[in-house]
Structure formats: C-alpha cells, structure tokens
C-alpha cells in the first residue's frame, strides 16, 4: 500500500501552547484523511476527519489542515493540556475503499506542566 | 457493555500453540474489524467483517490466521502454530453502519500477545 507518515516522531509542548502535529502522505488517490489519538494502553480514539474536497476542518480545540499539492496534513491542538498526552496517528483511506483505513506511523507529544 | 470489549487483554503463550482472541464489540453496529499494531508502529487492517460474513481479509499475513463472525456480533481471531513473530497488540473496532464512509471506527483496548 502507499505510505502514509509522519515528519516528527516526537514532540513536546508547555500546558497551554498550541501543539502542531504533522503527516505526510504519497497516495495521490486518498481522498478521507483521519486523525486518531491513542493513550498508553488504550485503543485509538478518533479525533477529527476530513475530505479531500476540503482544506481546512475546525473541531473542539482541534483543527485540520489539508494541502493537497504537497500531499501533506496537519493536527493543530489549541491550548494543549496535559490530558492531550498521547501518541497521534494520521489514517487514510483511498478511494478504492470505504471501510479500511491505512495509519501513519504516530507521533508522540508530551504535554509538559 | 458501553464500548468494545476485548479478551484476554494479556496472553503469554509458547511458540507453536494455538490463540483465541475475543471481540464484543458495540451493540448494534454491525461492521467489525481486526487490526494488528507492533511496538512503535500504527494499527495495520487485518480483517473486515459485515455481519457474519468477512467482506475483506486481505491484511490476515497467512492462513494461520483465521476470524469468525458466526452470529454477527462476537468475533473470535485464531492463530494457529503461534510464532514469535506474531507477538502484537491485537485491535478489534466496531462502527455503525456496514460500508458506511467513515473513518470513525470504535476501537477496544486491545489483546496483547506476547508469544514466548
């Protein structure tokens, strides 16, 4: 399958500082992006979505950015707090599919107090 | 329960033995997935299922590696001539609709297994 992955393996912010977490990706043909976070021990929890149709998409404290002439996706975390420690995960899932989503590799951020 | 529930969440076994891996997932949704996920590494598809049936089983590495679905709800992931190789977190997620376009998948916390 085509790659989807991560430019930082690690990042660490100050409690209240807006986290940037960022995902490249080389399928040309994804159209649904997916950002997932997962906790230390726990499954992925899904976080915000976006289509390719869209350039930007704005949730709770989360907004994803999507620019598709260099392939590439972004998480922005306002106000990070300490409960956002966790490891983020890009997915995507192409055209040729509904239901099976591709991950990154993960980024880890720590929130620090 | 309120989530997807996954048992044993641990499981030590020797090479060459024989896995079970259960899955309930949430009531009611009817698509089910299995993903495996290695240290370090994001979840990898394993398994699809609508209803009963596995409507895609391209990810499962070889035919070690079987799931069921008998009465579209609990899951059950087996693997035979367990190898070192194998040892992972395995994932199962449940979501709403069958085929619905959507990325939001209800994940459990995992089966670790760790393979001796």
């Known amino acids: 399958g085509e790659n989807v992955g991560l430019h930082l393996p690690t990042l660490s912010v100050q409690e209240g500082d807006n986290s940037i977490i960022n995902c490249a990706y080389s399928n040309s043909a994804s159209d649904y992006f997916i950002w997932y976070k997962q906790e230390s021990g726990k499954g992925p929890q899904f976080i915000i979505d976006i289509r390719s149709n869209m350039d930007k998409r704005q949730g709770q404290r989360v907004t994803v950015l999507l620019n598709k002439t260099v392939k590439h996706l972004s998480l922005q975390i306002a106000a990070t707090q300490p409960g956002d420690s966790a490891v983020y995960f890009c997915?995507?899932?192409?055209?040729?599919?509904?239901?099976?989503?591709?991950f990154g590799k993960g980024t880890l951020l720590t929130v620090n107090p | 329960g309120a989530g997807v529930s996954q048992t044993p969440s641990n499981k030590v076994t020797e090479k060459g033995k024989y896995v079970e891996l259960r899955c309930d997932p949430i009531?009611?949704?009817?698509?089910l997935y299995w993903y495996r996920q290695s240290l370090g590494q994001g979840p990898e598809f394993l398994i699809y299922?609508?209803?009963?049936?596995?409507?895609?089983d391209s990810g499962l590495p070889n035919d070690r590696f079987f799931a069921v679905r008998p009465e579209g709800s609990v899951s059950t992931l087996k693997i035979q001539r367990t190898e070192r190789g194998d040892s992972a977190v395995y994932l199962c997620?449940?979501?709403?609709?069958?085929?619905?376009?959507?990325?939001?998948?209800?994940f459990g916390e995992g089966s670790r297994l760790t393979v001796l």
């Open positions: 299922f609508q209803g009963t049936g596995a409507a895609d």
């Open positions: 997915a995507e899932m192409s055209g040729g599919s509904n239901y099976k989503l591709t």
């Open positions: 009531s009611g949704h009817t698509a």
């Open positions: 997620a449940s979501s709403p609709i069958a085929g619905a376009t959507t990325g939001e998948l209800f």
